[in-house]
Each structure stands twice: as structure tokens, then as C-alpha cells.
């Protein structure tokens, strides 16, 4: 597990999601709806009780952690990350319907690289996308990120950073 996440963009405040944080249940059903679901896992799409929520964060935090972003206040998405080996995580982001088209994706995404490269000298990072989802892929290019292989209909990409 991954220490406590803080950081904040010019848009954004991010912090590790707090499982107990009322409300929390609603809001992840009420973010992930089909159209923000329809190129993400697919039990992201299916997360439509308190049992189901839980059973999505059981496996997420299993693996890693979440980071809860928002933009004044509200919340605007949230951050995945998975540690792999030493220095290598995979990495992924939802955004909520609201935001998308502000570039938040990007940002969020630098503060993430920017915050988990400040502790290492190297750092790879893995991020995964359905090849069909052309507003990701661009994400993941102006960030840097280079097509590595393609694996069970997952485009993966990575991105080699340093400090």
C-alpha cells in the first residue's frame, strides 16, 4: 500500500480517497455513469448498489490506491495507482462528465507523475486504455507516454520519468 496521496494542481486538489467519507457510496455511482464507464473495466459500469461500490474498492484497494480529485469543491474524478515493482506503477484516471474537455485529465495525470517521481530517481509508469478511446490515447501522448503492446484488447502505454 501506498503512503497517504496529497497534492494540489492550478484546477485541482488531490488527496487519497477516504473510504469512510459519508456520501462516498453515492457518490462513485453517481460518477460512474455509462457513458463516463463505456471504455473502463467493465464492472465499472455495473456499480450500481453500496455492495457493488464495495466489492469495486475492495479490488482497487487490493492493488493499490485511489486519489479523490476535486475542483472546488466537487468532486471531478479520481486517480488509480497500482505499484508494480520498485519504481514502476500503473496508472489511471476517470473524470467526471462535467469536466471532460478542460484538459483536468492531463493535469491530474501530471500531478500524479510529478508527485510519485519526487521520491526516486526513475520511475516508470504503465497506463492502460481501450484502443477505440481517442480522447485517452491523446492524454497519454501529451504527457509523453509511448504505445508499448497491445494485450487481451488493452492498448498499454509507458512513460520512462525522472526528477
Known amino acids: 500500500m501506498l503512503e497517504s496521496m496529497t497534492f494540489q494542481t492550478d484546477h485541482l486538489q488531490a488527496e487519497t480517497l477516504d473510504r469512510t467519507r459519508p456520501g462516498l457510496h453515492e457518490e462513485?455511482?453517481?460518477?460512474?455513469?455509462?457513458?463516463?464507464s463505456r471504455f473502463l473495466p467493465p464492472d465499472c459500469g455495473q456499480?450500481?448498489?453500496?455492495?457493488?461500490?464495495?466489492q469495486w474498492l475492495d479490488r482497487r484497494l487490493n492493488l493499490g490506491s485511489i486519489v479523490r480529485l476535486t475542483r472546488a469543491g466537487e468532486l471531478a474524478g479520481y486517480l488509480f495507482v497500482f505499484p508494480e515493482a520498485a519504481?514502476?506503477?500503473?496508472?489511471g484516471y476517470v473524470i467526471a462528465e462535467p469536466y471532460w474537455g478542460k484538459g483536468l485529465a492531463t493535469e491530474a495525470m501530471q500531478g500524479l507523475i510529478k508527485h510519485l517521481t519526487h521520491s526516486a530517481p526513475q520511475v516508470q509508469f504503465i497506463a492502460g486504455i481501450d484502443p477505440v478511446n481517442a480522447a485517452s490515447r491523446k492524454v497519454?501522448?501529451?504527457l509523453g507516454f509511448g504505445y508499448d503492446h497491445t494485450q487481451a484488447e488493452i492498448d498499454y502505454y509507458v512513460l520512462e520519468a525522472s526528477q
Do not use: G
Open 28 to 36: 462513485i455511482m453517481a460518477l460512474f455513469t455509462d457513458k463516463v
Open 87 to 91: 519504481a514502476q506503477y500503473r496508472i
Open 140 to 142: 497519454l501522448e501529451k
Open 47 to 54: 456499480l450500481r448498489t453500496q455492495d457493488d461500490v464495495e
